[in-house]
């Protein structure tokens, strides 16, 4: 059976083939442009509000971050099925050369509602990548390099949030601005699908694989009446109301809390967080891939001790006095958040099948950045009420307690047989 084979090859020594770290090595760049655009968003809203004057409020603010959220999220599921029933190569470069061309043209709107669409397709498009992406990588690295060739992955994205955080300063500067940033950043994501096309394929088939073609709602009910699976939802989504709160507000937090200009709250607000989450990746992937080699559950135990570190930085951030403060907090943050994202994709691989998986993962992303997306809102929302930033950050570090003692309910299969 294809899943007593993958749960077999978790404790194999054999290394990966080149083309398996090629893989990973190429998609990097894409995932870098994936989270590039997303925190450009972000990081140049003043300029951005200042130069479409009806955007208006912080609400209407948070309906365009939503605005891609909700599309992207209830795509993710079909980009998932797409991936798992054709080609993940073609699926990955599609996604990209169809999310650049729309990056691009976002250099060009004039209005809040242009904008708002924008955003709506740039999630049409967005969705078919993660999912395809996260399953190629577990399809060619099925033993104990999975955690941290997709950690290897998931760097790209910070280094992608790094790199958008700078782009106050363009938008601040009167040879580039904002639009200048969205164009650039489009033609370069067309550039790269070509060779990208060129360079990956799909992974062969394993030795006693056997792929079952699956409709969608078979394929949905298979995944609904899974425990192991609708636990690692909940898992995924509680973490990332946080999360997508300090992706995308934080900027706006640390300039209006400490008095900063847009460049330099930019940049403390991503620079030191996704530094801390590239070294978290680091040591969880290879931590959990080490700890799996004695325990069926190493993966879900790295994964539980990075949500730990959640609850005092999430209280920290909420009550920081001080930039040096926020930003320590926000590196403690950071750092958890490395170990739980490089475990994910790895840990919904010790629960579903493999011709599931990608349909698995675009589930997960259904739910959690449609949730991501109603908290941009309502953090935007709240904000203009005035209600207090503590209060708001104390309800996040519960909910971070909440998803330790999900993950730790999950069973992988191999223990339920």
């Known amino acids: 059976m294809p899943l007593a084979a993958e749960l077999s090859s978790l404790k194999s020594t054999a290394k990966p083939s080149r083309l398996a770290w090629l893989i990973v090595a190429m998609l990097v760049p894409v995932a870098l442009l994936n989270y590039l655009d997303r925190q450009m968003l972000a990081a140049m809203k003043t300029s951005m509000m200042n130069d479409i004057p009806d955007i208006a409020t912080k609400a209407n603010w948070g309906l365009v971050l939503g605005s891609f959220k909700w599309v992207y999220a209830v795509l993710s599921p079909v980009g998932g099925y797409v991936a798992d029933r054709i080609s993940r190569r073609n699926v990955i470069t599609a996604s990209l050369f169809i999310w650049s061309v729309v990056t691009w043209a976002t250099a060009y709107v004039t209005t809040f509602e242009q904008l708002v669409a924008a955003r709506a397709i740039m999630g049409i498009s967005e969705a078919f990548y993660i999912p395809a992406a996260l399953a190629l990588i577990t399809d060619y690295h ?51 699908a070509l060779p990208l096309f060129a360079v990956v394929k799909n992974a062969p088939r394993a030795e006693g694989d056997v792929t079952e073609r699956l409709s969608p709602a078979a394929a949905i009910n298979q995944l609904a009446s899974n425990s192991g699976f609708i636990l690692l939802v909940l898992y995924f989504t509680l973490p990332a109301l946080a999360g997508w709160v300090v992706k995308d ?20 607000a991503v620079l030191y967080v996704q530094i801390a989450s590239l070294v978290g990746v680091l040591i969880g992937g290879a931590l959990a891939d080490r700890w799996m080699q004695k325990s069926i559950r190493g993966r879900i135990f790295v994964s539980a001790l990075g949500m730990t570190l959640f609850l005092p930085s999430l209280f920290g951030v909420g009550n920081a006095a001080t930039l040096g403060t926020a930003i320590a907090f926000l590196m403690l943050f950071g750092l958890g958040w490395g170990f ?78």
């Open 142 to 192: 099925r033993g104990p390099t999975r955690s941290t060739a997709v950690g290897l992955h998931q760097m790209g994205i910070y280094i992608g949030i790094i790199v958008g955080g700078f782009s106050g300063y363009v938008a601040e500067s009167p040879d580039f601005g904002w639009r200048w940033a969205f164009a650039a950043c489009g033609v370069v994501g067309v550039v790269y």
């Open 340 to 417: 739980f994202d490089c475990n994910n994709m790895p840990i919904l691989c010790q629960v579903v099948r493999p011709e599931l998986r990608a349909t698995g993962y675009g589930v997960m992303n259904l739910v959690s950045i449609s949730c991501g997306g109603f908290a941009d809102w309502g953090f935007g929302v709240l904000r203009d009420r005035g209600v207090p930033l503590n209060a708001i950050f104390g309800v996040f570090a519960g909910v971070a307690l909440l998803s330790v003692v999900i993950v730790l309910l999950i069973r992988p299969r191999e223990m339920q047989a």
């Open 249 to 268: 507000w934080m900027p706006d937090i640390l300039k209006e809390q400490f008095s900063l200009g847009q460049g330099k709250a930019g940049v403390s």
